[in-house]
């Protein structure tokens, strides 16, 4: 089973930036496709973006032009930059990893961004 590690949330000021990394525990990571979702108090888990084996890549509406999602393959890793964020940016952020036989969670990345 692969296991994900998430890493670089914090606190930053609105129009501040970060960049959170998932370090798949697998090998087999360049056959995933790696999401990045967020889940703010009292809402429910939204995708923020994904990227395919392949490396195509798909946003939500609300960070389109402002979150970039990337893969580097040799190191196992998945990648989210943020840049502009603002207060509503505020979530817990899960790496995901899916294929036809796994669906597969990390523990999440808390972000919180200060008006």
């Known amino acids: 089973q692969v296991q994900l590690v998430e890493s670089g949330g914090g606190l930053v000021q609105a129009g501040g930036s970060l960049r959170l990394s998932c370090a798949a525990s697998r090998s087999t990571f360049s056959s995933y496709t790696m999401g990045w979702y967020r889940q703010a108090p009292g809402n429910q888990r939204e995708l923020v973006a994904a990227?395919?084996?392949?490396?195509?890549?798909t946003y939500a509406d609300s960070v389109k032009g402002r979150f970039t999602i990337s893969r580097d393959n040799a190191k196992n890793t998945v990648f989210l930059q943020m840049n502009s964020l603002k207060p509503e940016d505020t979530a817990v952020y899960y790496c995901n990893a899916r294929n036809t036989a796994l669906n597969v969670w990390g523990r999440g990345a808390l972000v919180t961004v200060s008006s």
């Open positions: 990227i395919t084996s392949g490396g195509s890549t």
